[in-house]
């Protein structure tokens, strides 16, 4: 009975862990995408003129996924070397603050230095949740666990979108801090994973969280950087064709446009469902490549339908936003490929790093696509960019070993 008891308190605090890393994943999303929710508002109201909403714009968003792209790095090598609780707990503290700032703000430059800030806390919540639901539930369901992750977590993106239609963009900062803040307070009873506290009693003490065994290693590095790639495609849908919606809305000749938070709503509904969808048909196949391959062949469908279907109607073009979302609905899938892909000393690292370093991709992204519109216009230059990310996806995914049986009680030595 004892032995019984024990096990569904373990179980039941399991569950709670995911739980709780869902919620994390949700804050996080919830403030992402908030900015490109209130860009064009909150740049207005700061002062930023119209003609430079865009480039102002840009400018923040790189700002703000170059803080995540440290945050990845830094809250990696946290989670390898003190273990994958603290990020939870640190990051959210981050994130909290940094957002309650952001509805304090007065000028560009103050806004700048917040999402920053903001960026960094965020880094650290989804990739280490997968880790912590890969290394706690059995191999056969694990790839659930980060589903499930992913759904919760990808519809912060509706209630940002209302909160900020109902409250007004400050208070809509303020309110995500708030949440974060609470989530805290659920965190506390959460639990470490087994397979890191084996490690850290394992008397070789493999080297934890060693950005450079990346580096010293190429097969390492070669299994990182296509990991990368293969889910760059998805910040190429969003960081372009839905975060600057009016922008391809204007130059598609129509006399309404969209907004900004109703274009992120229509994709995020839809790609919520969308991961769900491709998280089960992977536990069909029993394949992560053959489920992200479906994806991004969704994904150029989506594409080509979204710089195609001309109707001066703003029902059709949100949903051709959410097409966008189905093809994206692989984020949790491909995160969870990163954790499968390395030992335990360093999974955390690489886990929290490589969907960072994707956000991060926005920049060279967004900038490639700003340098070609002169020249191509904005429904080519997306295109372009698009079709650059989703041949080298397809090319890594060609190339990476499929993870879905892998015991992962390993380390990197």
């Known amino acids: 009975m004892k032995t019984a008891l024990r096990q569904l308190t373990a179980d039941r605090i399991v569950a709670l862990t995911i739980l709780v890393s869902a919620l994390g994943y ?12 209130v860009r064009v508002q909150s740049l207005k109201d700061l002062g930023v003129a119209e003609a430079d909403l865009l480039s102002v714009g840009i400018r923040l968003l790189n700002i703000q996924m170059a803080g ?38 007065h000028s560009v430059d103050q806004y700048a230095l917040l999402r920053f ?44 979108y209302y909160i900020s239609a109902t409250m007004g963009w400050r208070d809509a900062y303020i309110a995500g801090g708030i ?6 307070v659920l965190r506390i009873n959460v639990c ?5 506290h084996k490690m850290e009693k394992d008397k070789k003490q493999a080297k934890r969280g060693d950005l450079l065994l990346f580096f010293r290693k190429p097969e390492l590095l070669k299994k990182y950087l296509m990991v990368v790639l293969i889910g760059a495609p998805i910040w190429a849908s969003v960081g372009i064709f839905i975060t600057f919606s009016p922008e391809f809305a204007k130059a598609f000749g129509m006399t309404e446009l969209p907004t900004p938070g109703k274009a992120v709503l229509s994709c995020y509904a839809v790609q919520a469902f969308a991961g769900l969808f491709i998280g089960l048909v992977s536990q069909h196949w029993r394949s992560r490549r053959k489920a992200i391959l479906l994806a991004l062949l969704l994904l150029i469908a989506a594409t080509f339908l979204y710089v195609t279907v ?12 959410g097409a966008m979302g189905i093809g994206g609905g692989y984020w949790a899938m491909f995160v969870q490929v990163g954790a499968e892909q390395f030992g335990t000393n360093i999974r955390a690292t690489a886990a929290t790093s490589i969907p960072n370093i994707v956000r991060g991709l926005t920049i060279p992204m967004t900038a490639g696509f700003h ?43």
């Open 26 to 37: 949700f804050v996080d999303i919830f403030d992402l995408l908030l900015f490109s929710i």
């Open 68 to 105: 995540l792209l440290l945050g990845g790095l830094v809250w990696g090598v946290v989670g390898d070397k003190f273990g994958r609780v603290s990020v939870l707990f640190g990051s959210i503290l981050l994130y909290s603050l940094g957002n309650i700032g952001n509805g304090f703000v």
């Open 117 to 160: 800030v903001t960026g960094l806390g965020l880094a650290g919540e989804l990739g280490v949740g997968v880790t912590l639901a890969s290394e706690l539930l059995p191999k056969e369901i694990r790839g659930l666990g980060a589903t499930f992750i992913a759904f919760i977590g990808i519809l912060g993106a509706t209630l940002a």
């Open 179 to 184: 949440m974060g803040l609470c989530l805290l």
């Open 192 to 196: 470490e994973s087994g397979l890191y």
């Open 310 to 321: 001309r109707l001066d109607s703003l029902p059709v073009f949100y949903a051709l936003c």
């Open 371 to 413: 340098a070609l519109i002169p020249s191509l216009g904005v429904a080519a230059s997306g295109v372009t960019v698009m079709g650059i990310a989703i041949s080298l996806a397809l090319v890594s995914l060609w190339n990476i070993r499929e993870t879905f049986h892998v015991n992962l009680d390993y380390i990197e030595a």
